[in-house]
């Protein structure tokens, strides 16, 4: 089993939609959540980190759920720019690592 | 403020050959990170360089990989002599001397090693 596993789409969708990804992790130690945006051929850039509290950045909304080891992350009023992939990440107990899933790759439709 | 910057971008050899990257950290960052990304599978911990201290290598694949920082500046990152499967694209990352908590790292735009 993965560590961090996501669905890797293609999710197609229409500009100005709400979506929603989903990541979920096996290590109940896991300390930190991030999601990452990778465009094509470009390095991650963090989008947000994720909160137990839960967090919100513009059009973006992040949650945690430690109970059932799930991230997720809301996009509303998709734009075109939108269009990448989304990486969940998380850090192990102490440690710094990264630890990556595949990546959720999102469409977005004129 | 400069980012992350790797050299080269590219770099296509034969295998049996020796390859070197070098990264450059954004300044003040303690913190380096090497990750991979091999074609169609996900990100990969390499390992984390506290200054010039080999902070956790248990990402590295074998001892054909050699991460050093002097002086606790840039990395380089040797793999000698290349195999076929160290294709991939190698990212370097840094981070300020903060608890992993609020670990953001910041990525450099990756060099793509091609292993023929």
């Known amino acids: 089993r993965k560590e961090v596993e996501q669905d890797p789409g293609p999710f197609n969708v229409p500009e100005g939609a709400t979506v929603a990804f989903n990541c979920t992790y096996s290590?109940?130690?896991?300390?930190?959540f991030f999601w990452y945006r990778q465009d094509c051929r470009k390095e991650p850039k963090l989008l947000m980190s994720v909160y137990s509290s839960g967090n919100e950045d513009g059009r973006f909304t992040a949650q945690l759920n430690r109970a059932s080891q799930y991230i997720s992350l809301l996009i509303r009023d998709s734009k075109l720019s939108d269009s990448a992939t989304y990486l969940c990440?998380?850090?192990?107990?102490?440690?710094?690592?990264?630890?990556w899933g595949a990546g959720t790759k999102l469409i977005i439709k004129p | 403020e400069a980012g992350v910057t790797q050299f080269p971008s590219h770099s296509v050899i034969e295998k049996g050959q020796t390859v070197t990257l070098r990264c450059d950290p954004i300044s003040g960052h303690d913190n380096l990170y090497w990750y991979r990304r091999v074609m169609g599978k996900e990100i990969k911990f390499l390992l984390h360089?506290?200054?010039?201290?080999?902070?956790?290598e248990s990402g590295m694949p074998n001892n054909r990989f050699l991460a050093e920082r002097t002086g606790g500046t840039y990395s380089t990152l040797k793999v000698q002599p290349a195999e076929l499967e160290d294709s991939g694209v190698y990212f370097c990352?840094?981070?300020?001397?903060?608890?992993?908590?609020?670990?953001?790292?910041?990525f450099g735009p990756g060099t793509r090693l091609t292993v023929l």
């Open positions: 290590n109940s130690a896991s300390q930190s």
């Open positions: 360089f506290v200054k010039e201290s080999k902070q956790d």
């Open positions: 990352a840094s981070s300020l001397p903060a608890g992993p908590s609020r670990n953001e790292q910041f």
């Open positions: 990440v998380v850090t192990p107990d102490s440690n710094y690592q990264l630890i």
